[in-house]
C-alpha cells in the first residue's frame, strides 16, 4: 500500500505580506512569539509555511490576500 505525504507549500516574506494584508514587521513580531514558524532556505531565505499564514489569517478573521471579512 503507497502512503500519501502532504506536501508543504512555503512562500517568501513579500508574498507572505501580500497574502495576509500584514506588515513586514508584524509578520516578524509572530514569529517571536512564536505564533508563525520562520524558514530558512540553504542560501538564507526566509520562507513561511501557507498553512500556518492561512490559519492566521482565520484567527485574525481576515480572507487571505488581507481583504477583511464582512460581517454585515
Known sequence: MTKIRRVET???PKNAER???LSRDTLIRYV???ILTLF???GDHRR???SEL???CAA???HPA?????KG
Open 19 to 21: 497574502f495576509t494584508g
Open 40 to 42: 530558512r532556505t540553504d
Open 32 to 34: 517571536r512569539r512564536g
Open 66 to 70: 488581507g481583504v477583511i471579512k464582512w
Open 60 to 62: 485574525l478573521d481576515r
Open 10 to 12: 512555503y512562500i517568501g
Open 48 to 50: 513561511y509555511k501557507l
Open 54 to 56: 492561512r490559519a492566521l
